[in-house]
């Protein structure tokens, strides 16, 4: 099943902007996280943020959980050319196996 | 470099024939997932094991297996390949559950 849906589904923006990324999710969860991956390549973990957080902080990365709402958001500030990639949250739909789902990416684009 | 190995990295094969996919976790790591990425269907959960046990099936076609091995290796294959099959396969590695997942670069698969 397809957990996580990212919205816009792709975004373009000069360096220095922010860059503010949405995702929805259908059921309950333990944690939300949020993977990079550049064209082609493995996906790389970003941030995991359980499901009695609401903010988490890393670097120039800020992400928020939203449960009642079933939502999140990536935000990455003072964005950089090297940012350029996609982005994707996954969701364990409250398994506690540790499979997780993934949504189809926000493919983020910036400009020099 | 993840710490997760996969091999090989490109696969150029004929309909009909078997493959075979490795996957060596980043050391420490019990369980291994593997995921399938195509630009239709995005990333989709295939299987996951455990310390060399089967823990969770996902979107696999029959005919896909896999296997864990004591080394904690894994192996994916595919037979009876069709021209769908042709996508980028993932494995990855996680420790704890509910931590994040250490992503492989992928095996590029290209049935002809």
């Known amino acids: 099943s397809q957990q996580g849906e990212e919205d816009p589904q792709a975004l373009s923006i000069q360096e220095g902007e922010n860059a503010t990324m949405n995702c929805s999710y259908k059921?309950?969860?333990?944690?939300l996280q949020w993977y990079r991956q550049n064209s082609g390549r493995g996906l790389v973990h970003l941030n995991l943020?359980?499901?009695?957080?609401r903010e988490k902080h890393s670097g120039r990365l800020r992400v928020t959980l939203d449960t009642s709402k079933k939502s999140s958001s990536l935000l990455i500030t003072a964005s950089r050319a090297a940012d350029t990639a996609s982005y994707f949250c996954a969701t364990d739909e409250g398994s506690t196996l540790g499979r997780l789902y993934f949504g189809r990416g926000t493919q983020l684009t910036v400009w020099p | 470099d993840s710490g997760v190995t996969q091999t090989p990295k490109h696969l150029i094969t004929a309909t009909g024939q078997r493959v075979t996919l490795r996957c060596s976790p980043r050391?420490?790591?019990?369980?291994v997932y593997w995921y399938q990425q195509s630009l239709d269907q995005g990333l989709q959960f295939l299987i996951q094991y455990y310390n060399g046990e089967e823990r969770a099936k996902g979107n696999i076609l029959e005919r896909f297996s896999a296997q864990q091995f004591p080394d904690l290796h894994s192996e994916l294959n595919l037979s009876s390949l069709e021209l769908g099959d042709s996508a980028l396969y993932f494995c990855?590695?996680?420790?704890?559950?509910?931590?994040?997942?250490?992503f492989g670069s992928g095996t590029r698969l290209t049935v002809v």
């Open positions: 990855a590695s996680s420790g704890r559950t509910g931590n994040g997942y250490t």
């Open positions: 059921t309950s969860i333990n944690n």
């Open positions: 050391s420490g790591d019990l369980s």
């Open positions: 943020i359980r499901s009695n957080e």
